[in-house]
């Protein structure tokens, strides 16, 4: 999915890389995927992640260089990450993500989506749609053991395997004064 919400908008300007990370009107092209099928093989030392709003949302990047990597549910009982797709190269077995996950299918939250008056390039989602899908995704995942096997939560405790920032609304407001 393109996603041009305002929360994937002001994560790409927090990391100060939103010219790399979103696209000509401000999408961030977002893998679904169970947590069960994240691995590090290097740099797990170099996690960090960012609650902005102090929400359900979890935003997880490489502290040393500021790369993006995913979205999560800020409890692993939720099991689902939206993998920030433009910085993945390939998978384990040498493929690359875009052919492993097709095309992009459609896009949630157009409505931020800038300049707000021209068509979109991905046929619009329906948010009920969406988030059916997201759903039963979700509930597949956990009923598979995924909720058990994430590299980003200690699986005794629930918690992340680093503390998020959490922004103030201060340090919010300003963010996003920012992105204008």
Known sequence: MMCYCDDCQAFAHYLGRADEILDARGGSDIYQMSPARLAFTQGAEHLACVNLTGKITLRWYADCCKTPICNTAKTPKLPFIGLIHSYVGQTADGQSLADVAGPIRGCVQGKFATPSDE??????????????????????????????????????SGRPIVEPRILSEAENQQLRASMS
């Open 119 to 156: 068509s979109l390039p991905h046929e619009p989602a329906s948010v009920p749609l969406a988030m059916l899908r997201f759903a039963r995704l979700a509930l597949t995942w956990r009923l598979q053991g995924a909720a058990k096997s994430t590299p980003l939560f200690d699986v005794q």
